[in-house]
């Protein structure tokens, strides 16, 4: 008995507190609270771009060159890349994703970039701007053909200046770069280290074009084409151009943010209003508060005291929730919000369950502790059942599906698996307290559905 009260004190604890968490507003910072204030702001809500409003942007990445095996890392790789690109901005919780084609990658990988709050589309394409491409090009063979040029009379010449050929060595193997000072000329260069990675490669490129020029391209262009004198093995390199101080710095923060390991075009660009946003938050709540007070008042009406401890458990279900959103965090959009309705309406089929399973005990005669128990342990296995086949539909959208169904997938998930703590522990634990009311008439009425007796 005394260890049912102490499992209750503790649920209850832990439910008052969770929804401190969750519903505490701004708190005064003048108060006793400045500790507590700066807690719950490092734990807001993470709402997504069509709930605050932002851009949406597309971009096609270009991974032709890159080998097939390569290709999930290279746009891991890129995702990183435009993430660390964008958090140079302020943008307040950017989302970066990489969208790929079908079950495997393939030429139609894309990139797709939601910043919340930027509803100035022009601004945002700045804002990811052209993230250098960096690559390192040797000379081509002396058997390459040559290029062919027509001037403006119609005249064909071959083109005899040096023509070179692309290395694995680009901007994905790059460190940091720093900008320094020629010691002899003052003239501004941006000294380049790679990983080891790109050490090995640019010390095997040096190694095998002493006396050749290696073309250091960027964004397409070459921008220093120096004449290799002996191998590099420490993995540095120094670009020198005709740029000012200015500019240096300028390229040493954009190779920092991240030199791009393969191109990428934009596709489409899509604003979304801030006013939008908050007409699908306005009634997402609108319709969460009105569909969990309908399944309250249905719950206490046909199952009366059963239905009544649901109604609590089926509340710090919602907190249990609604925290874990603020925790890990979860970007909270339209279609999660309506995964997480779905899986509150999960959680209450999984107490109606139970409650028919106690009611059926009861009618066969059971004592009220007997069918308690007996009810949670026959309904349990159709609730276990049911619950693992969502979980795997969540799981299934959520690995496939674009990043609007990720949404609805991941809040569905999640409701399930709570759910089944919430309805079969909660619930069960405080059923459980309340057997004490004895078995009499009214007892087995409180106990009972329905109009009947």
Same mark, same amino acid.
């Given at each position: 008995m005394w260890k049912r009260i102490l499992y209750i004190l503790i649920i209850l604890i832990l439910g008052f507190g969770l929804a401190f968490?969750?519903?505490?507003?701004?708190?005064?910072?003048?108060?006793?609270?400045?500790?507590?204030?700066?807690?719950?702001?490092?734990?807001?809500?993470?709402?997504?771009?069509d709930l605050s409003g932002g851009s949406h942007l597309i971009y096609k990445a270009d991974i032709s060159a890159v080998k097939t095996g390569e290709v999930s890392v290279s746009m891991d790789s890129l995702r990183d890349v435009i993430e660390r690109r964008v958090n140079l901005f302020g943008v307040s919780e950017p989302v970066v994703q990489v969208q790929n084609s079908g079950f495997v990658s393939g030429e139609d990988e894309k990139l797709i970039v939601d910043l919340p709050g930027v509803t100035d589309v022009e601004k945002a394409t700045a804002m990811i701007g052209q993230t250098p491409l960096l690559e390192f090009k040797i000379e081509a063979p002396k058997d390459t053909p040559q290029n062919a040029i027509v001037d403006k009379?119609?005249?064909?010449?071959?083109?005899?200046?040096?023509?070179?050929?692309?290395?694995?060595?680009?901007?994905r193997y790059l460190e940091k770069a720093t900008l320094q000072f020629d010691e002899t000329t003052r003239?501004? !260069?941006?000294?380049?280290?790679?990983?080891? =990675?790109? +050490?090995?490669?640019?010390?095997?490129?040096?190694?095998? $074009?002493? @006396?050749?020029?290696?073309?250091?391209?960027?964004?397409?262009?070459?921008?220093?084409?120096?004449?290799?004198?002996?191998?590099?093995?420490?993995? !540095?390199?120094?670009?020198?151009?005709?740029? =000012?101080? +200015?500019?240096?710095?300028?390229?040493?923060?954009?190779? $920092?943010? @991240?030199?791009?390991?393969?191109?990428?075009?934009?596709?489409?660009?899509?604003?979304?209003?801030?006013?939008?946003?908050?007409?699908?938050?306005?009634?997402?709540?609108?319709?969460?508060?009105?569909?969990?007070?309908?399944?309250?008042?249905?719950?206490?009406f046909w199952y009366r005291l059963p239905g009544l401890i649901a109604v609590f458990a089926l509340s710090i279900y919602v907190t249990i929730m609604l925290s874990l959103f603020k925790l890990l965090p979860v970007t909270l959009t339209a279609a999660g919000i309506a995964g997480f309705i779905i899986s509150i309406g999960i959680a209450v089929d999984a107490n109606i369950l139970i409650f028919e399973r106690l009611k059926e005990e009861l009618r066969s005669g059971r004592t009220i502790a007997d069918a308690v128990s007996a009810g949670f342990s026959r309904a349990w296995s159709s609730i276990r059942d049911s619950n693992i086949s969502t979980i795997i539909s969540a799981t299934i959208l959520f690995w496939f599906g674009t990043s609007l169904i990720k949404g609805f997938a991941l809040t569905l998930g999640m409701g399930v698996l709570v759910s089944m703590f919430s309805a079969v522990m909660i619930s069960r634990i405080f059923l459980s307290g309340f057997i004490f009311i004895g078995e009499g008439k009214v007892a087995r009425f409180l106990f009972g559905s329905g109009i009947s007796k």
């Open positions: 968490f969750v519903f505490k507003s701004e708190p005064k910072l003048n108060s006793n609270f400045e500790n507590e204030a700066s807690f719950l702001k490092n734990f807001p809500f993470r709402l997504g771009l009379d119609g005249k064909v010449t071959l083109d005899t200046s040096p023509q070179f050929v692309s290395t694995e060595l680009t901007g003239e501004p !260069q941006v000294s380049l280290q790679f990983d080891d =990675t790109g +050490t090995k490669l640019f010390a095997q490129i040096t190694k095998d $074009n002493v @006396g050749k020029m290696v073309a250091i391209y960027l964004d397409g262009a070459p921008i220093s084409v120096p004449v290799v004198r002996e191998e590099i093995p420490n993995g !540095q390199a120094v670009i020198s151009g005709s740029f =000012t101080p +200015t500019e240096g710095k300028q390229l040493v923060g954009r190779l $920092n943010s @991240g030199a791009l390991p393969v191109p990428i075009s934009l596709l489409s660009r899509q604003t979304i209003g801030a006013s939008l946003g908050g007409n699908a938050v306005t009634a997402g709540v609108k319709a969460t508060i009105v569909g969990f007070l309908l399944i309250a008042l249905f719950l206490i």
